[in-house]
């Protein structure tokens, strides 16, 4: 996919505001390696809200009883699940913040789900394996190397703040990626890709940054 491919349905204007700004700032200079004890990452700042962003593409409710995600590639037994099936698995609640690359942070987000890493091996991943693409809904892609996603907090989450998922917040499940910046947590999950090399998502291939982390700026290709 180009930078100017047009995906249909989506916000238009919202993307290209955002390719302007990763076209403008490219190669600017950033911090690199700040120090973790400030809890707000460099460049960012604290709100009280939890906005809501996205392509303006959102499923409707009525859809979430029968949603599934289908976890597929470097896996040895690719398998789709139901809301229900995923629920049973092991559990795990993490409390995180949010770093939005667009400046804003929230602090203390509780998300309830599923660990990636519990999800991983239950299927089995596949020699070779090192990265996974998470798709949503709404065509989003975004990708994440399997070190940055199978950690004790990465997550796809069920609940947010001891809720079901909001469709404002990418419900019914959404890829929770807490230590990256937020374009890393696709809403809406329908599927994730195991792959065994670094394939770009959709803001990735729009001139965000491959990686995303906050403590080091990671926001635009550099
Ligand atoms: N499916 C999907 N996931 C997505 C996005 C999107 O457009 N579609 N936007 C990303 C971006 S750019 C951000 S900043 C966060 C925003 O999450 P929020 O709306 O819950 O604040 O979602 C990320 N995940
Ligand atoms: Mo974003």
Known sequence: MTMSEEVPGINQ??????????????????AHDA???????????????????????????????????????????????????LASLARTEITADFHCVTRWSTYDLQWEGVLLRDLLQHVGLQEGATHLIFHGFDGYTTNVSLEEAATDTGMLALLLNGEPLSREHGGPIRGIIPQLYGW?????????????????GFWETRGYHQHGDPWNEERYAE
């Open 35 to 85: 120090e973790r004890s400030n809890r707000l990452p460099p460049g960012q700042r604290l709100v009280s809200t939890f906005p809501v962003l996205d392509l303006g593409i959102q499923p409707h409710p009525q859809r979430f009883a029968n949603w599934q995600v289908e976890i597929a590639g470097l896996v040895n037994t690719p398998q789709t699940f139901s809301l229900d099936e």
């Open 13 to 30: 204007s919202y993307v290209a505001g955002k390719i302007k700004i990763a076209q403008t700032f490219r190669g600017k200079p950033v």
């Open 184 to 200: 890393k947590s696709a809403k809406f999950l329908t599927k994730i890709t195991v792959t065994n090399h670094d394939e770009l």
